[in-house]
């Protein structure tokens, strides 16, 4: 016996309920991994750059200290130490974000470093860092998505990895 359902495509709706539909049906098929992947290249980009600003060769750039000192003024840290230590941290948690490495850790510290920019820096600036925790929160609650090194490093270990 042949089965008389139509496909599901074609039992919509016409008019606007049926596009709407027909459009849930195609963002519903967007897969997780272009989203974190997203979620993991555009602040780790912000971050990169800031980053880029504040070393001068292979040394880090009197204007980052000078920044510390008057504009960024952290409490309990010495400016220069601020320096150097969001200097590596700009470079370092981006690359290890873009790559797939240590992506929920690498995601929790820059998440970390965006609420001291939030309370003791910028405050005013929180729809701009709500965006970065948004896309950060994303990878430590779901992990990196499929196009990471940890999910390969997990596939050749045998465990299961975020859904693709």
Request: charge should be neutral; include cysteine; proline fraction near 7%.
């Amino acid at each position: 016996m042949t089965s008389t359902l139509a496909p599901a495509a074609s039992r919509r709706p016409l008019g606007p309920t049926g596009l709407i539909e027909a459009t849930i049906d195609v963002f519903d098929r967007i897969p997780y991994s272009a989203l974190a992947l997203a979620a993991r290249i555009f602040p780790a980009a912000v971050f990169w750059q800031s980053g880029q600003t504040k070393v001068s060769g292979f040394g880090l750039s009197d204007s980052a200290v000078y920044l510390f000192q008057e504009e960024y003024r952290l409490p309990l840290v010495d400016p220069t130490v601020a320096a150097y230590g969001a200097a590596a941290a700009e470079h370092l948690f981006p690359v290890l974000l873009v790559v797939g490495l240590a992506s929920r850790f690498s995601a929790l510290a820059l998440l970390m470093m965006t609420l001291v920019i939030e309370i003791f820096v910028y405050p005013d600036a929180w729809p701009t860092h709500g965006v970065w925790a948004a896309c950060f929160l994303l990878v430590i609650a779901r992990g990196p998505g499929v196009i990471a090194l940890d999910h390969l490093i997990a596939s050749r270990a045998g465990r299961q990895t975020s859904a693709a």
